[in-house]
């Protein structure tokens, strides 16, 4: 389940009487569109029906059977959902909106690169200004994911963007290959990896090229900056970084 300050309320007003229940905002907007495929108590905050949520009152349970045919909450949940409203306060937009817009950073950050500066990763700072300059506005109730699309257009008649992935071979010193390859074989998809007769290990690894950075850091670290990468080109050639 999720927290109350975590949750949206979805109404239904039928037969005279009001249905309330609290439910995570993507997870209804998902039941509305019919593309929910989680697990329902994941993503409610009271496994109950409510005629006034706020106050903890419940609808009469004729009414309940009378319009759904069930009493079982975990029935009524999604057709409260379907058939009604998601309603939100002005503080629960203010803070879905701030929330969604970090996560909308996050996820181009981590995917983007600039490819007029050798496809070098634009930090979250650049591309907070580059919103704000286009004047993209992240909508509150909207997936992100749904939403990247519409914010790369926006971007791009500001900065030079693009969403790319990076491949990279990295060898690992005997000293350090036994706990630095399980760390970095966890950063991306690992595509292949070999032990070499000197006790060191060399990987190949693939992740959003945003995150180039980062990967280097994590190499220099469990390798006391002894490690040696290259960035794998698309014609298989390994050119030394």
């Known amino acids: 389940m999720i927290s109350l ?24 907007l998902a039941i509305k569109r019919g593309e929910f495929e989680g697990d329902l108590e994941d993503v409610i905050a009271a ?3 409510f005629e006034n949520a ?17 009493t079982d909450a975990m029935e009524i949940i999604p057709e409260v959902v379907k058939r009604g409203e998601i309603q939100i306060t002005a503080e629960q937009r203010k803070e879905m909106l701030e929330q969604k817009h970090k996560q909308l950073v996050n996820r181009i950050t981590r995917n983007a690169v600039n ?36 914010a790369l257009d926006a971007l791009r008649p500001v900065i030079p963007i693009r969403f790319d992935e990076v491949t990279i071979a990295v060898q690992l010193p005997a000293d350090y290959a036994g ?11 690992l595509e292949r990896e070999e032990w070499q007769s000197d006790g060191s290990w060399v990987g190949v690894v693939t992740f959003p090229a945003g995150l180039q950075n980062d ?12 490690a040696e990468t290259r960035v794998v080109k698309e014609e298989d050639e390994i050119s030394r970084r």
């Open 115 to 150: 490819p007029q500066m050798d496809d070098a990763p634009h930090p979250p700072e650049r591309i907070e200004r580059a919103l704000e300059e286009a004047g993209f506005t992240v909508e509150p109730m909207e997936p992100v994911e749904n939403q990247i699309d519409d």
């Open 179 to 189: 706990s630095g390859q399980a760390k970095v074989r966890e950063f991306g998809e």
């Open 47 to 49: 496994e109950d029906v």
């Open 215 to 226: 990967f280097y850091d994590l190499v220099n670290e469990v390798s006391s900056g002894e």
């Open 5 to 28: 300050d975590e949750a949206v309320t979805a109404r239904l007003e039928s037969h005279g009487t009001r249905f309330e229940v609290l439910i995570d905002p993507d997870a209804a």
């Open 54 to 70: 706020s106050r903890g009152d419940r609808p009469p349970e004729e009414d309940v059977e009378e319009v759904f045919g069930t």
